[in-house]
Structures are given as C-alpha cells and as structure tokens.
C-alpha cells in the first residue's frame, strides 16, 4: 500500500505484478496468492490498475473511515506523535491525548486537549478505539491495563518493555532502538564474514 | 536478542532451542538453522547458555563496542530520542545532535550539544559512522545526502518518505503511521470475512 501511494503521486497507473518483485523484493505469484486471499484482483497480462487497489486495501485494511485515536503520554515522544504528518496517509485522526502530569493536564499539543489520565475511562462512550502509549516503561503495563478496561481493542506501544493484555485486544510494539542495532552489522571492516552480504 | 535479555533480566540461565517456538513463534529448526550459520552455538538435548548466547549475539550483531551515534534534527522526535532511554540496551550511544534551527543550535539535549546542521562534514573526523534522521520529509533527502559526504554508512530514517542513497550504505526507514496502521483490521465487527483469524 506504501509502495501504490508512492506509485499514485508519482502519477503511475497501473502497475504488474512482476514489478513487486524488483521494487519490495516480493515475488510476483506471493502478491497473486495474498491478494487471491482477499478476492480477484488485477487482470492477466495487464496487470493492476494502481487507484483501485489501493481502494481495495483500504478496504481490507479497514482504513477506508478515519480512524479515531487516543495517546497517551505527552513527553517528547507524545508530542511528536501527535505532530507527525503520517498518520493521514492511512486515515488516523489523533483525537484525544492524556498525561498524568498536572502541569501539562489543560494545555494543548496541535490543538488537542490534554487530558488527566483518570479521563481514559471515557474513551468508551467517545467510541475511540485505537491508543497509542508513549509513556516511560515503568508507567506502561499500568496504562495498558487501564486502556483495556476503557474499551480499546488496538494499541500502538512505543515504552521498551513487553506488555500483557488480553488474547482478544491487538498490541504493536514498536522498539525503536532494535531499528538501530540493524545497522553495525552491515559497517564495512571489522567483520569479514564470508556470509557478510548473504543475510537479508 | 531482546527475549534473551528479557529472560536474563528475570534469572534465567538457559534456554532450549524449542522454547523460542512458543516465545517468538519461530520454528526451533530455524534458529538453529540460522545459528549453524555463524558458528556452532548450545548443546544438544541441553540447550542454550542464555549469558553466553547474548555475547555471541552481540559479537555477531556487532554490538560488543559502544556505537557512536549522530542525530540530526532536534524536534520533538529528535530531542525524544535522545532522550530514549532503550538505546544503550543495544550499546548505543548518541554523542553528536545537529540542527538548521539557529535557536536551537548551541542549546543543549540530556547534555548533547546541537550543532549546526553545517558541521556534519565533522563526523568522518570523529569517526562517527552511525545517524538517525528526525528532520521533516522536505528536507530529508538533502540530510541523507550530507551524511553520506561525511562518511556515514549506516542511517536510520524517521522521516515519512523515501529516501535514495549508494549502495554501499545501509538505510532503514522507520515507518512509524505503518504500525498504526496494522491495527484496524484486528477490530472487532465491521469485517467478517471467513479469514479474519488467519491472517499474520
């Protein structure tokens, strides 16, 4: 879907299965099975029309409204988050913020209110669904826990722990410090493996 | 790596190659297939030294020495990883920050100095070969372009677009909206194809 977004702005129009390969490293007949998967797509010999794909993800990504979420945590990272200009290329919408710091509770980041973290009970009956947690690891089981009990079935974790909720609720944790401990591996020197350029 | 460090953390000593099954949900064949290829690792019907696996990891992954980090882009994301506390999990270290913000060059973050952006050129010199990139997607090819004059090789990307650099440096781009996007399709209702369960 990434890829499709860059293709559309680029003005392309459609698009062969055969070209995922050379630009995502995917092969062609695993596009065609995962997408077989969902339904029938694209024709034979012509390829995808690019526009309607992307429709059709969306659809079966369930990004077709707009997806109303609540963070929590309004630090550094919090901040940024509700700052970041991403979250509309796949329909999120940040919608609620929450701190349990008295001094940012009533102030504002883009235009959202800070809330107290006591308010999070009410995300049930403000039907939001979707959190993000940008809290210390200390705090993050806690908030979990907490968020669960408010109704929220899918959370996005950025604290670096491991959480536990429910089967039922759909956790992401996204370590950003193991992205950059992908990278000493592939420095030049030091390391003269004969398998160096074999992996990934 | 991280479930090995978790596993330490509570005591742990050793661990058996079918246990990462159920913990990772990756087949104990595998890892000992991808182990078998750095090198002979663990005993069999005994199973893995937990503290000595990690060093091995570390040596492999090429985190045994302090990885000496640029940052360049000191907004809320950048000043937030900076701040970041699970960085020096990995052996990192952000020792130089850079920005194009005449107030914030000379101001300091957890004790880094912002630099600015113009003495990138300075890192081939101290030898830093590592950058995170948290600048806004309008700048960040040109960012990309300058670290590489300076002799980085490795580049993590925050900033929501593509970037094209040589083939010999490693970039790996950070899709934060990506994560969130993963989730919708997990909620509950509105979706009831026959596969739902089945899928990732």
Same mark, same amino acid.
């Given at each position: 879907?990434? %890829?499709?977004?860059? *293709?559309?702005?680029?003005? =392309?129009?459609?698009?062969?299965?055969?070209?995922?390969?050379?630009?995502?490293?995917?092969?062609?007949? !695993?596009?065609?099975?995962?997408?077989?998967?969902?339904?029938?797509?694209?024709? #034979?010999?012509?390829?995808? $029309? @690019?526009?309607?794909?992307?429709? !059709?993800?969306? !659809?079966?990504?369930?990004?077709? %409204?707009?997806?109303?979420?609540?963070?929590?945590?309004?630090?550094?990272?919090?901040?940024?988050?509700?700052?970041? #200009?991403?979250?509309?290329?796949?329909?999120?919408?940040?919608?609620?913020?929450?701190?349990? $710091? %008295?001094? +940012?509770?009533?102030?504002?980041?883009?235009?959202?209110?800070?809330?107290? @973290?006591?308010? *999070?009970?009410?995300?049930? +009956? =403000?039907? @939001?669904?979707?959190?993000?947690?940008?809290? #210390?690891? =200390?705090?993050?089981?806690?908030?979990?826990?907490?968020?669960?009990?408010?109704?929220?079935?899918?959370?996005?974790?950025?604290? #670096?722990?491991?959480?536990?909720? &429910?089967?039922?609720?759909?956790?992401?944790?996204?370590?950003?410090?193991?992205? *950059?401990?992908?990278? &000493?591996?592939?420095? &030049?020197?030091?390391?003269?493996?004969?398998?160096?350029?074999?992996?990934?």
């Amino acid at each position: 879907m990434r %890829h499709l977004q860059v *293709l559309a702005k680029d003005g =392309r129009a459609s698009i062969r299965s055969a070209e995922f390969t050379e630009s995502l490293g995917v092969r062609s007949a !695993q596009v065609r099975k995962d997408l077989a998967y969902f339904g029938s797509f694209g024709k #034979p010999g012509v390829g995808y $029309d @690019i526009r309607k794909l992307l429709e !059709q993800l969306r !659809q079966i990504l369930k990004l077709k %409204h707009v997806n109303r979420t609540a963070i929590v945590g309004v630090g550094d990272l919090g901040s940024a988050l509700i700052r970041y #200009p991403g979250f509309s290329r796949f329909s999120f919408e940040i919608v609620a913020a929450f701190d349990n $710091d %008295h001094e +940012k509770v009533g102030q504002t980041r883009d235009n959202i209110l800070v809330e107290d @973290i006591s308010e *999070l009970k009410t995300l049930k +009956k =403000r039907g @939001i669904k979707l959190a993000i947690m940008a809290v #210390p690891a =200390r705090a993050a089981q806690r908030v979990a826990d907490d968020l669960v009990k408010a109704g929220v079935v899918g959370i996005l974790n950025f604290a #670096p722990c491991y959480l536990t909720v &429910p089967k039922k609720i759909k956790l992401i944790s996204v370590d950003i410090a193991m992205y *950059l401990a992908y990278l &000493p591996y592939y420095l &030049p020197g030091s390391m003269k493996s004969k398998n160096r350029n074999e992996v990934l």
